[in-house]
T-cell receptor
Framework: SQQGEEDPQALSIQEGENATMNCSYK?????LQWYRQNSGRGLVHLIL???NEREKHSGRLRVTLDTSKKSSSLLITASRAADTASYFCATVYSNYQLIWGAGTKLIIKP | GAVVSQHPSWVICKSGTSVKIECRSLDFQATTMFWYRQFPKQSLMLMATSNEGSKATYEQGVEKDKFLINHASLTLSTLTVTSAHPEDSSFYIC????????????????FGPGTRLTVL
């Protein structure tokens, strides 16, 4: 399957700073989703953004989608130690399968 | 929101035995369920997709006789790892999409918490 790409692979910032993660994909999508995974745990759905949307907010999370560049970004504002986790983007095509990026490991230093 | 559960959370078994993992959608009808496996520090790898009442569609490289998937009802799918070997040790995650209360179909996949399988 065609895997999306995420960057950076790892990101370490101070608590209170903003964290930005990017995701790129290759072909037209139905929607794009961001998930979070704490070490050794299951995934938690964060945000879904549809192909006709450009930006969505949820609490301290802001997701943008640029279909012309086939890319998305996840911004976490005012980061907290509890935000430490791996973050994955997943693109959804017409058959509802998710194509996953490799993930960004985010470490928030207190 | 929609909840997906998995059972067991973790299992340790001897090589050669079979292990069954259950995935349940607790408050919605899961018309489609997906099974993933995840190796340490890696992303998820889709193993198979199953629609309720149909045979599962397996991804290339996934042995269907090794990983038996049954999706007999709108709330339950099972993955059976047959004759498990140490290389089958992994984190197995299921997800489901379908019809929420009110009859609304959702694009979102809801994930179970995962099952950690260790084969000795």
């Amino acid at each position: 399957s065609q895997q999306g790409e995420e960057d950076p692979q790892a990101l370490s910032i101070q608590e209170g700073e903003n964290a930005t993660m990017n995701c790129s994909y290759k072909t037209s999508i139905n929607n794009l989703q961001w998930y979070r995974q704490n070490s050794g745990r299951g995934l938690v759905h964060l945000i879904l953004i549809r192909s006709n949307e450009r930006e969505k907010h949820s609490g301290r999370l802001r997701v943008t989608l640029d279909t012309s560049k086939k890319s998305s970004s996840l911004l976490i504002t005012a980061s907290r130690a509890a935000d430490t986790a791996s973050y994955f983007c997943a693109t959804v095509y017409s058959n509802y399968q998710l194509i996953w990026g490799a993930g960004t490991k985010l470490i928030i230093k207190p | 929101g929609a909840v997906v559960s998995q059972h067991p959370s973790w299992v340790i078994c001897k090589s050669g035995t079979s292990v069954k993992i259950e995935c349940r959608s607790l408050d919605f009808q899961a018309t489609t369920m997906f099974w993933y496996r995840q190796f340490p520090k890696q992303s998820l790898m889709l193993m198979a997709t199953s629609n309720e009442g149909s045979k599962a569609t397996y991804e290339q490289g996934v042995e269907k006789d090794k990983f038996l998937i049954n999706h007999a009802s709108l709330t339950l799918s099972t993955l059976t790892v047959t004759s498990a070997h140490p290389e089958d040790s992994s984190f197995y995650i299921c997800s489901a999409r379908g019809r929420l209360a009110g009859g609304i179909d959702t694009d979102t996949q809801y994930f179970g918490p995962g099952t950690r399988l260790t084969v000795l």
